[in-house]
Structure formats: C-alpha cells, structure tokens
C-alpha cells in the first residue's frame, strides 16, 4: 500500500488502472461508456446516455482495457442546503467486480482531484460532495448518520422522493450561501 499526497493510503488493486477523465470526454469514451452500461443494465440504450457520459469523472479499466468501472459528477443545487452548489456524484462497477472497493477508491480519486482545486481557490463552484445510496447491500451495510467515503465526512440529509438515503459532504473551508 503507498501513501499518497493527501496522507491516505491507497489499496493495490492488481490489474486495474484508474485513469482521471473529467472534462477530457472523447467520443469514444462516449461510445464505450455507454455500452459498459447497457450491457450491465444500468442505463437503458434508449435514455440519455450520452449526458451522462459527458459527467465522467473516474473511469477504471481491467488488464484488458475494459472499462469495468466508472463514476460521473454533476455540479447541482441542493435544495435541502439552501441551494448550495454540489458535485452530484454516482458510482457504477461492474456486477462481475463489486465488493473490490473499486467505489471507495473512485472516490478518494475524486476527491484528491477537486478538493485540493478548492482548497486553492481554482474551483469554487461546488462545496462538496453529494451522493444517494441506492445499492440495497451498502444500505444495509452503511447505517452511520455520518460516513467517510473519499476521505470526506458525509452527513445524512434525508430520503429523495425515491426514498434513497441522501448524504452531503463539504470540503474543508466551506461556507454556507
């Protein structure tokens, strides 16, 4: 395990590479994204899909240069914090990968990437991270009203009108608009 700039320690994954792509979207990450979706059933091939491959943020690979997963952000509103301005962060892995801690690594990737833009003033726009917990296993699985996920502390909110678990975490220095 190694050590990385912001003091957490990474986990070796073998075989897996995770490449940071936010903001560098080619129309065949596009394409490939969207088809590692539909063939996981994520996203149906009739939806929108290529708005939101437009969001990706980490993309993970096998040693095959499949992607197997990835994560997408959408800097958005949050009501229920007095519309402050969010990443809206999503997590998919492939069924046939889960259980890795492939989602917690996206995400301290994520985080290593924006907060350290925020902290410097580079990139105010978003406060934090925004997330609801839609997987019924980490449901069960993460019951704290507070969570650590990507390095980041990330407090309970409420339910969303599709009654999934919604959890905000502010990088440090945040304020309150």
């Known amino acids: 395990m190694e050590e990385n700039v912001l003091g957490h320690i990474d986990k070796v994954f073998e075989g897996v590479a995770f490449e940071f792509v936010w903001q560098n979207i080619t129309p065949e990450l596009i394409e490939e994204a969207?088809?590692?979706?539909?063939?996981?059933?994520?996203?149906?091939?009739?939806?929108?899909?290529?708005?939101?491959?437009?969001?990706?943020?980490?993309?993970?690979?096998?040693?095959?240069?499949?992607?197997?997963?990835?994560?997408?952000a959408e800097c958005l509103p949050i009501p229920q914090l007095l519309n402050n301005m969010f990443y809206y962060f999503r997590c998919f892995v492939s069924s046939s990968r889960r259980q890795e801690g492939l989602l917690m690594e996206m995400s301290h990737k994520a985080r290593e990437y924006t907060h350290p833009q925020f902290l410097s003033g580079e990139n105010t726009e978003a406060k934090g991270f925004y997330y609801s917990l839609e997987s019924e296993i980490l449901k069960e699985a993460?019951?704290?009203?507070?969570?650590?996920?990507?390095?980041l502390d990330h407090s309970f909110i409420g339910l969303d009108n599709r009654g999934r678990r919604l959890f905000v975490g502010w990088f440090d220095g945040a304020k309150i608009d």
């Open 142 to 151: 993460m019951t704290e009203a507070v969570l650590t996920v990507g390095g």
């Open 34 to 72: 969207k088809n590692f979706w539909v063939s996981e059933n994520a996203i149906p091939a009739s939806g929108d899909v290529e708005s939101r491959a437009r969001q990706l943020m980490v993309v993970v690979r096998d040693s095959e240069h499949k992607i197997i997963a990835v994560s997408t």
